[in-house]
């Protein structure tokens, strides 16, 4: 298994609608295997293939206690049961550092296929709900900055290229510093 790069918003690579996934085969499985480690890793409670620049509707998401049951979810779609909504804090590992209220369904109808081919039709209700509509909205090009304030995003957004512009200096400064340092033929 591999952990993979995750995409960081404002990449607008992140704004790619993802395509259905038409055969699960090794290649599928072994892109979900690495997405779950990716997200144990960053830690992360979900994670959409449209995050580590593979655009096919795939989602990982794990939101137990102990954070020891993942699920795998092919082509998913949801549906509203209820019209109550319910407000949960959000963040995103494509928007490192940010959090902010989100108003999602509070219980919802959830479609997919697992890793193995086998239809997954269940309610979901509560943590499980919210973050089954925040992958989603990944698939479909929307990130959970699009319900907050043009303000509230062009602020995350400003701090996030300076974060990377800060990184790509301080990642050049390392490498002039570190070729400097090398033996000299």
């Not at 369904?105 to 709900?129: D, Q, R, W």
Request: charged fraction near 30%; aromatic fraction near 6%; charge should be negative.
């Amino acid at each position: 298994m591999a952990l993979l790069p995750i995409l960081e918003f404002p990449d607008p690579r992140l704004r790619k609608v993802a395509v259905d996934i038409t055969e699960i085969n090794d290649d599928i499985r072994k892109l979900a295997k690495d997405m779950i480690e990716t997200m144990y890793d960053a830690p992360g409670i979900g994670l959409a293939a449209s995050q580590v620049n593979v655009h096919q509707r795939l989602v990982v998401i794990d939101v137990s206690d102990d954070g020891d049951d993942p699920r795998v979810l092919i082509n998913p779609s949801w549906e509203p049961l209820t019209d109550e909504m319910q407000n949960y804090q959000e963040g995103c590992l494509s928007v490192p550092e940010f959090y902010d209220d989100v108003a999602r369904y509070s219980k919802i109808k959830l479609n997919a296929l697992n890793e193995n081919g086998e239809t997954i039709s269940e309610e979901a209700e509560g943590l499980f709900a919210v973050c089954i509509q925040h992958e989603l909205d990944h698939l479909n090009g929307k990130l959970f900055v699009d319900y907050l304030s043009n303000l509230k995003r062009d602020r995350i957004r400003k701090k996030l290229e300076k974060k990377h512009r800060d990184d790509i200096k301080e990642a050049l400064y390392t490498a002039q510093a570190k070729a400097k340092m090398a033996p000299q033929p």
